[in-house]
């Protein structure tokens, strides 16, 4: 029996195609199956993997008649595997040799429902690296290195900032994804939000292993590196919708399911314009979808509101000169992309090391702390997980600066001496 099942939606990448099927063909773990699901590609793809199948037994392809997403593919090659596992692979990105090998050892040896790890960047073009510059490679947290439920494991990588939704990150027992019907939303972009939030609320036994397995490919004109499109709006507004549908379903709550849902509405929010500027709603979606996104669109005429709110949040920075970020992480970069929605640009991105961190972040220059003087009038948020801020706050106390501690939505600051605060 095979052990391992990769599924391979295949569309338009005939150039990188190859790649990703040698790395998949020549892993040391032999029992495995290649399912490949050409997705009516207008290239050569389909004929490649004819030409592999007849090659390696191991490769199965199922050639579609019409178009129908990345999301339909996975679901029609979940439903012809039949190993013990699953991966789900991009047909433009590969894997390292022994993934497979010492993904299934670990899943089989604690009996896990799913496995994730991380991965390695590789750039078609130095063009490119803006695009990779939000992406989080590997993570750096302090994680269990036991079993726990994916609910608990969801609450950590939450406190690094360090969660990620790409599928082709992620390790998963077949049948827990059949008997739990965790499928990928079908003709919709962005699919892995839901998939991955419905398994990791779902999971009892996972663990996260350290260890860099998936190559990501950045290229041009893939869903990463392409222009703002209607289909971005459509996709999130539908994982949004379908998000809150299965919390229900599920009687689920908790930090997880908050912060999951909300950051959906905000990826809604931020492609609206493009969606409304460009697009015919029928177009795109049922009557009932279509009801929806008018009760969606009504919540947002109160955007003038939301915008005050927002800058009464950050009020207190406005007495500064200048606004300085401390932290390099995801939480760092939601706080200069709120910034600047109310105007406010910060001046540099402070860190305690320059090792392992970029020049800039989101074109904001990074330094390490002790080599710039904030200046006078200047103060300094603290911006990452909020067990992390003790560290960073005694140092900008030491050097006698003005910080905020931003912490889930509360702006703590100016810092005040414990007898002052008492």
Known sequence: MEKVSVIIPVYRVEAYLPACLDSVLGQS?????????????????????????ARDGRVRVLHLAENHMQGYGRNRGLEMARGEYVYFLDSDDMITPTALEELYALAKEETLDGVYFDSQVLLESEDLARYAEGYLAERRGDYPETAVTGPELLERFLDFGEWMVYVQRQFWRRDFLLENRIFSPERTEHEDELFSFEAIQLARRVRYVRKNFFIHRYRENSVMTRQPHPKDFHGYFTIFCRML?????HGLSGRGVEVSTLHMCECAMRFLDVFEATEDPAKWFSPEDEERYHMFRQILQCQEFLRADEEAFWEPLTAFRKIWIYGAGRVARSVITRLRAISIRPAGVFVSSAEGNPAELLGVPVREIGTADPGEDSAVVVAMAVYMQDGPAARLREM??????YCRNVLEGPFRPETERR
């Open 29 to 53: 773990l032999r029992e495995l199956e290649c399912i490949c699901i050409d997705d009516h590609s207008p290239d050569r793809c389909g004929a490649i993997l004819d030409e592999y199948a």
């Open 245 to 249: 549908e299965f919390t229900r379903a």
């Open 400 to 405: 006698g600066c003005t910080y905020f501690r």
